[in-house]
């Protein structure tokens, strides 16, 4: 195997559970491969644990183990595999939700693997090629563990190398997997959907939309396929419009209306620029007693941090001034580089330029499927905050 020599300073990281080593951080790594497990040396030339090297990609080793005498390979990926699933059983109400993570990369220690379950079948998305030369194995052992109807291979994210999509193992998934979340019913394209078909980090969110959505008119931006939109409709919401850029998503938001026995003529469904549609409604006086923003992430990348900074505060802002004296906003940002505290002051700033003043009712984060080791602040993405606009 391969070995690297951890600098000092980084190794009491490596210790505490930090899952990335940066290229530019470590000595270069001579006669591995993409894919290559690589052992880890501490001071002395000690063993501290082994990683999955990736040549091309800034982060360069991604930790398998920090335990003496594990081995990385297809026993530790059954064990992990493992451990994620029992963490479900005991977390999660499996009875009320049959699409959940599975497997949450970093945060289930299989870092850079993604698996999502759709109603008996999984859908497995890559951030790196580094796990292509694992792929059999990896698919191997999760049907022997979950024993699912099939899986699908999505890809891998950012796509630097071609992996086509494809049914790995099983049964083909259909069109359209209709899950159960909450009560409600979702239809999942995992083949065209965004990311695994469904944003399922925002499951329990969407369960307090659905709880604060009686009688209101709603404006849901950035709507996807109308989760949002299909909770405040179901609580009880007498209208929502839901707003997305993307044709096939509008769609697939009024295909769940139908799905949950809701008439698509008694709500919106506009295929426009987010940002356009609030100019729109202010421009035609509208206001609703809910407005929920859930925008794609405008920081991609840490330099594009500023004008990220500047489009969310123009995005919150016309949509805090949407909103009737006493409704509710619902902001959410995905974007890693925007931590909790950066999202609030985005929000003070929202709030101050759209003269109104907010009282938070709730702040959330990632919920139980998607865990993220405390000494890995990076992999903290998702603010969701419920509030008042006075
Ligand atoms: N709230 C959704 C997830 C939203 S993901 C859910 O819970 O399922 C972000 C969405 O924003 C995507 O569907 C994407 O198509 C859409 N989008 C991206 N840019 C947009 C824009 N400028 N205006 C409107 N929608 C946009």
């Given at each position: 195997?391969?070995?690297?020599?951890?600098?000092?300073?980084?190794?009491?990281?490596?210790?505490?559970?930090?899952?990335?080593?940066?290229?530019?951080?470590?000595?270069?790594?001579?006669?591995?491969?993409?894919?290559?497990?690589?052992?880890?040396?501490?001071?002395?030339?000690?063993?501290?644990?082994?990683?999955?090297?990736?040549?091309?990609?800034?982060?360069?080793?991604?930790?398998?183990?920090?335990?003496?005498?594990?081995?990385?390979?297809?026993?530790?990926?059954?064990?992990?595999?493992?451990?994620?699933?029992?963490?479900?059983?005991?977390?999660?109400?499996?009875?009320?939700?049959?699409?959940?993570?599975?497997?949450?990369?970093?945060?289930?220690?299989?870092?850079?693997?993604?698996?999502?379950?759709?109603?008996?079948?999984?859908?497995?998305?890559?951030?790196?090629?580094?796990?292509?030369?694992?792929?059999?194995?990896?698919?191997?052992?999760?049907?022997?563990?979950?024993?699912?109807?099939?899986?699908?291979?999505?890809?891998?994210?950012?796509?630097?190398?071609?992996?086509?999509?494809?049914?790995?193992?099983?049964?083909?998934?259909?069109?359209?997997?209709?899950?159960?979340?909450?009560?409600?019913?979702?239809?999942?394209?995992?083949?065209?959907?965004?990311?695994?078909?469904?944003?399922?980090?925002?499951?329990?969110?969407?369960?307090?939309?659905?709880?604060?959505?009686?009688?209101?008119?709603?404006l849901n931006l950035f709507s996807y396929?109308?989760?949002?939109?299909?909770?405040?409709?179901?609580?009880?919401?007498?209208?929502?419009t839901s707003v997305d850029l993307a044709k096939?998503a509008v769609?697939?938001?009024?295909?769940?209306?139908?799905?949950?026995?809701?008439?698509?003529?008694?709500?919106g469904?506009v295929a426009a620029d987010a940002f356009d549609h609030l100019a729109a409604c202010a421009a035609s006086?509208q206001?609703f007693?809910?407005v929920i923003v859930d925008p794609p992430s405008f920081a991609?990348?840490?330099?594009a941090?500023?004008a990220a900074e500047a489009a969310y505060t123009k995005l919150n802002a016309a949509a805090i001034r949407l909103v009737?004296?006493?409704?509710?906003v619902?902001c959410a940002s995905c974007s890693?580089?925007?931590?909790?505290?950066?999202?609030?002051?985005i929000l003070?700033e929202s709030?101050?330029v759209a003269?109104?003043?907010?009282?938070?009712?709730?702040?959330?984060?990632?919920?139980?499927?998607?865990?993220?080791?405390?000494?890995?602040?990076?992999?903290?993405?998702?603010?969701?905050?419920?509030?008042?606009?006075?």
């Amino acid at each position: 195997m391969p070995t690297v020599v951890v600098p000092d300073r980084l190794t009491s990281h490596v210790a505490a559970g930090h899952p990335w080593l940066y290229a530019d951080a470590v000595p270069a790594i001579s006669g591995a491969h993409t894919g290559a497990l690589v052992t880890l040396l501490g001071q002395g030339r000690r063993p501290i644990g082994q990683a999955l090297f990736d040549a091309d990609s800034p982060i360069a080793l991604r930790v398998l183990t920090t335990r003496r005498g594990e081995q990385a390979g297809p026993e530790l990926w059954r064990r992990r595999v493992e451990e994620a699933a029992a963490l479900r059983r005991g977390t999660l109400d499996l009875r009320s939700t049959d699409a959940f993570r599975l497997l949450h990369g970093e945060g289930d220690r299989l870092p850079g693997v993604v698996v999502d379950h759709y109603a008996g079948f999984l859908v497995l998305k890559l951030d790196t090629p580094a796990w292509l030369p694992h792929l059999d194995d990896l698919r191997d052992t999760l049907m022997e563990v979950v024993r699912p109807r099939g899986i699908f291979f999505k890809g891998i994210s950012g796509e630097r190398e071609a992996a086509a999509p494809r049914t790995l193992a099983g049964d083909e998934p259909p069109e359209h997997i209709a899950v159960r979340e909450h009560g409600m019913r979702l239809l999942v394209d995992v083949r065209r959907g965004q990311k695994t078909g469904l944003f399922l980090d925002q499951r329990e969110n969407r369960a307090v939309v659905r709880q604060v959505g009686r009688g209101r008119r709603v404006l849901n931006l950035f709507s996807y396929t109308g989760g949002f939109s299909l909770a405040a409709a179901l609580g009880g919401a007498t209208h929502v419009t839901s707003v997305d850029l993307a044709k096939g998503a509008v769609e697939g938001a009024r295909q769940n209306f139908i799905a949950n026995d809701l008439d698509p003529a008694a709500h919106g469904f506009v295929a426009a620029d987010a940002f356009d549609h609030l100019a729109a409604c202010a421009a035609s006086k509208q206001q609703f007693d809910l407005v929920i923003v859930d925008p794609p992430s405008f920081a991609p990348r840490k330099q594009a941090l500023r004008a990220a900074e500047a489009a969310y505060t123009k995005l919150n802002a016309a949509a805090i001034r949407l909103v009737v004296p006493g409704g509710l906003v619902a902001c959410a940002s995905c974007s890693s580089h925007v931590p909790m505290d950066m999202f609030l002051k985005i929000l003070r700033e929202s709030a101050r330029v759209a003269r109104r003043a907010l009282r938070v009712l709730e702040i959330r984060q990632e919920p139980a499927d998607h865990p993220t080791p405390l000494h890995f602040p990076e992999g903290r993405y998702l603010k969701f905050v419920l509030a008042v606009a006075e």
